[in-house]
């Protein structure tokens, strides 16, 4: 058992760490979607950016900022009661190039 921990210990010390994303605008991008969900009439619930948008969003390696842009377009109002539509969400996908 203890052969495996320092093994497991030894192999983890060697793999490369994420590098942070430089100038990460996910933060900035993921607040404008929540705000865009907010400010949506036919959208019953209050989101807290702050909740939904932590600043390790910015430590991600990747720029997930089209992302949250696509998110926040594909999001709208529709019918005459004003649903939440989400149907243009289906197109988005988070990726890292």
Excluded at 27 to 41: G, I, R, T, W
Excluded at 44 to 73: F, G, H, I
Aim: hydrophobic content about 35%.
């Amino acid at each position: 058992m203890l052969a495996l921990a320092l093994t497991l210990g030894c192999n983890a010390r060697h793999a490369p760490a994420p590098a942070p994303a430089s100038d990460s605008h996910n933060v900035e991008a993921c607040e404008k979607y929540v705000q865009k969900l907010n400010d949506l009439p036919c959208n019953a619930v209050e989101l807290d950016p702050s909740q939904q948008c932590p600043p390790s969003l910015n430590q991600n390696p990747c720029d997930t900022s089209a992302y949250y842009r696509c998110m926040a377009e594909g999001v709208t109002c529709t019918g005459e009661n004003g649903f939440l539509d989400v149907a243009g969400q289906a197109a988005c996908a988070p990726n890292c190039n």
